[in-house]
């Protein structure tokens, strides 16, 4: 739903697309949540003032209340050796290693000829913790260490089973490899899943980018949001 930026911090959410999710949460009685490989936290920040039930770091957060900032579950920190191993690449010029207490991510988007190290290093550190169940997922210009148990499949379950969630049909928008997860579930409610950027496994359409999302969801509001 937001635009890529050089620098994770750097993302900025449009208003209108801010408004948008408002009227939509109150259109589908609460039924909207926000699934993403941010922390709560950062989501809220960047939401603001909006409150939505959300999943975090991939599911290993998640929260179902609107309104509240309380994460309501949260899956065990990463392991400090992890964090000992990756340390020497934040040496690396342009590579940024943005800790999210329960996954870390390695950004290498300013430096590209640096993902064969960053790769190397990140599978090194895993690899030293078998014993703590950690997976690396690829993304765009990044490379995630999370918990295994937990995904976007395991987030869209989760609200699935509950109320105000249980009994209706989802759709699920995603734009990178960690989505395809929740694409995979959706099946399970008859659900639909739409790709951003270039067709996924199990998405059966595809919008361009995320400006043409933000389009779309102010279009099922009906008017453009001034405030």
């Known amino acids: 739903m937001i635009d890529i930026a050089p620098h994770p911090d750097d993302v900025v959410a449009p208003r209108q697309l801010i408004c948008s999710l408002a009227r939509l949460s109150d259109e589908f009685s609460g039924a909207i949540a926000i699934i993403s490989g941010r922390p709560i936290a950062a989501l809220d920040a960047l939401l603001e003032p909006l409150l939505l039930p959300a999943a975090g770091v991939h599911g290993a957060e998640i929260r179902f209340e609107q309104g509240q900032r309380a994460v309501e579950r949260a899956a065990p920190s990463i392991p400090n050796g992890v964090r000992w191993l990756l340390a020497p690449l934040s040496e690396i010029p342009g590579v940024v290693i943005e800790d999210k207490t329960t996954a870390i991510a390695v950004h290498f988007r300013q430096a590209p000829e640096a993902e064969e190290r960053v790769r190397e290093v990140v599978e090194k550190a895993v690899k030293a913790h ?25 987030a869209v379950a989760e609200f699935m089973s509950r109320p105000p969630w249980a009994g209706r049909r989802p759709v699920f928008i995603g734009d990178d490899v960690t989505d395809e997860a929740a694409f995979a579930v959706l099946p399970r409610w008859n659900g639909e899943g739409l790709a951003v950027g270039q067709d996924r496994p199990g998405a059966r359409a595809r919008f361009a980018n995320a400006a043409e999302v933000r389009q779309w969801l102010a279009s099922l509001v009906g008017q453009e949001c001034t405030s």
């Not at 997976?135 to 990044?142: E, H, L, R």
């Open 130 to 154: 078998e014993a703590d169940e950690l997976v690396i997922v690829p993304g765009k210009y990044v490379y995630e260490i999370k918990h295994a148990r937990f995904s976007k499949g395991t």
